[in-house]
């Protein structure tokens, strides 16, 4: 596990962390990682938490410190977690143009300006009208060509609702297969996401069934993210993941071939 990189985690430059830089780092170090990217939120929908309080240049200012501070002991990459919403294409495009960064992650958070896992969400909805407009946004994130690392793919299992039950991969299989078979055309790598594990689940985003499809579709890559919020969340899982990863046959991306997330 030395060389794993915990890819996805966020510091108080998002609005939802109350993890000082210093305090990844050191719990990285911790774990035994090998480096760390602090992905925070970039949102464009103002009906968002986080919309306007990303800081490039005080990031920026927090990273070229912790890399003079660490940087002898552990890789620290720049990047972002950016909403997609299909509306703020255009921004997001510019975003991405103007700001460099090693990582861009692409992740869907919120649906007609709702984030999906709000117990307000589902409330009038049928399973297929709250479900069915996460995937066509995640296809529409894919088509749109702004990303190669992919969030959280089945973030909405986290979905809550007595009327519908639990989360079933299976009766949605038809629309992530086409999510799935887009990401590998493209030549997108998903995320492995272990955050799932802290929300009752016993399997990471997304889960071992559409890893697998990921693999037999012609997957070879993943990344590793805790999507920490806290010193505390840093790495979590990732040991047993990592092993069922390799059971699996899919390949962890590591510091040497650290993947560069740009436009398409």
């Given at each position: 596990m030395n060389r794993l990189f915990d890819c996805h985690m966020h510091s108080t430059h998002s609005c939802d962390s109350t993890a000082t830089f210093d305090g990844l780092c050191k719990e990285a170090l911790k774990q035994g990682l090998r480096g760390i990217c602090v992905t925070e939120h970039v949102d464009f929908d103002d009906a968002d938490p986080g919309y306007g309080y990303y800081d490039y240049y005080a990031y920026m200012e927090d990273v070229d410190r912790c890399r003079n501070k660490y940087g002898n002991k552990l890789l620290i990459?720049?990047?972002?977690?950016?909403?997609?919403?299909?509306?703020?294409?255009?921004?997001?495009?510019?975003?991405?143009?103007?700001?460099?960064?090693?990582?861009?992650?692409?992740?869907?958070?919120?649906?007609?300006?709702?984030?999906?896992?709000?117990p307000k969400y589902p409330q009038g909805k049928?399973?297929?009208?709250?479900?069915?407009?996460?995937?066509?946004?995640?296809?529409?994130?894919?088509?749109?060509?702004l990303f190669k690392r992919i969030g959280h793919l089945d973030y909405i299992k986290s979905l809550r609702s007595e009327e519908y039950g639990e989360f079933t991969v299976e009766e949605w299989m038809p629309r992530i297969t086409a999510?799935?078979?887009?990401?590998?055309?493209?030549?997108?790598?998903?995320?492995?996401?272990?955050?799932?594990?802290?929300?009752?689940?016993?399997?990471?985003?997304?889960g071992w069934a559409i890893l697998k499809l990921y693999k037999d579709l012609g997957g070879a890559y993943v990344v590793?993210?805790?999507?920490?919020?806290?010193?505390?969340?840093?790495?979590?899982?990732?040991?047993?993941?990592?092993?069922?990863?390799?059971?699996?046959?899919?390949?962890?991306?590591?510091?040497?071939?650290?993947?560069?997330?740009?436009?398409?």
């Open positions: 990459k720049t990047g972002v977690e950016v909403t997609y919403q299909r509306q703020f294409e255009d921004d997001i495009r510019r975003f991405l143009s103007t700001y460099e960064f090693d990582y861009v992650l692409g992740s869907v958070h919120l649906i007609d300006h709702v984030f999906v896992l709000d049928t399973k297929n009208e709250a479900y069915e407009p996460y995937w066509h946004e995640m296809l529409s994130m894919m088509e749109s060509g999510i799935i078979e887009r990401i590998v055309e493209s030549g997108a790598i998903l995320e492995v996401n272990t955050s799932a594990l802290r929300k009752g689940h016993t399997e990471p985003y997304p590793l993210g805790s999507d920490a919020h806290s010193p505390s969340q840093v790495g979590l899982g990732f040991r047993e993941v990592a092993a069922q990863l390799s059971q699996l046959g899919l390949a962890i991306c590591e510091d040497d071939m650290f993947p560069s997330s740009m436009i398409s």
